[in-house]
């Protein structure tokens, strides 16, 4: 999964302490060389400061927005998948209406007003798929029930809760609920990579 931006900013906020002690630690060993200790105070010590506490890292928020096959996925993924366009690599229109006929399960990301894309090449087995809509609590809970019996199991993530298929070998898809939406993606980092470009961390 591609490392999230309040991932980057905590880490550059840690350097950058860390750094800070440092040069602290050598600017007091410069200003005390050559010079002869201070005579004791008989004023009493300072008070001792309270810990800084750290501020919490905003959790990232869905951003509801009409997604297409193009938008939903992040800029750079979508730059190589066009760039292999040449090679007979697109988004086959088709994919919907051939859904519905092996799986009505999957088609109601159409039926329920979102998308399901495909790209592939033409005649080719692997193919790279992924959907998305709203969801309504009663049709989550139902969903998530056949997936269930599907063999497979869910897990609760920063996001909310995944749904990945235990016999990787078969489908690796991996499912993902929200409140009032769910996502599809035929692997888990394809998922992953959709994540990060739809949700967003707020501004500190």
């Not at 880490?11 to 602290?24: D, E, P, V, W």
């Not at 050559?34 to 928020?61: F, H, I, N, Y």
């Not at 997604?67 to 979508?78: A, D, E, M, N």
């Not at 998308?115 to 692997?126: F, G, M, R, S, V």
Request: aromatic residues 12%; contains cysteine.
């Amino acid at each position: 999964m591609a490392s999230r931006p309040y991932a980057n900013r905590a880490r550059s906020a840690t350097l950058a302490i860390a750094a800070a002690a440092l040069l602290g630690v050598v600017l007091s060993g410069c200003a005390g060389s050559g010079q002869k200790a201070a005579p004791p105070s008989s004023s009493p010590p300072p008070a001792t400061t309270a810990p800084v506490t750290p501020t919490p890292v905003p959790t990232p928020t869905f951003v509801a927005k009409k997604y297409t096959c193009q938008s939903i996925l992040p800029p750079p993924t979508l730059a190589v998948f066009t760039q292999k366009a040449s090679d007979g690599f697109t988004l086959q229109k088709d994919y919907v209406e051939r859904v519905h006929n092996f799986s009505p399960d999957l088609s109601q990301f159409s039926d329920w007003g979102g998308i399901l894309c495909q790209w592939a090449y033409p005649n080719a087995e692997k193919s790279v798929d992924y959907g998305f809509s709203a969801i309504t609590a009663d049709q989550a809970t139902t969903e998530q029930a056949q997936l269930t019996k599907n063999g497979y199991v869910g897990t609760a993530k920063d996001h909310g809760t995944v749904f990945a298929n235990t016999d990787t070998t078969d489908f690796p898809d991996t499912y993902l609920f929200i409140d009032g939406y769910w996502f599809y993606a035929s692997t888990t980092s394809l998922l992953d990579l959709i994540v990060d470009n739809v949700f967003a961390t707020p501004d500190q």
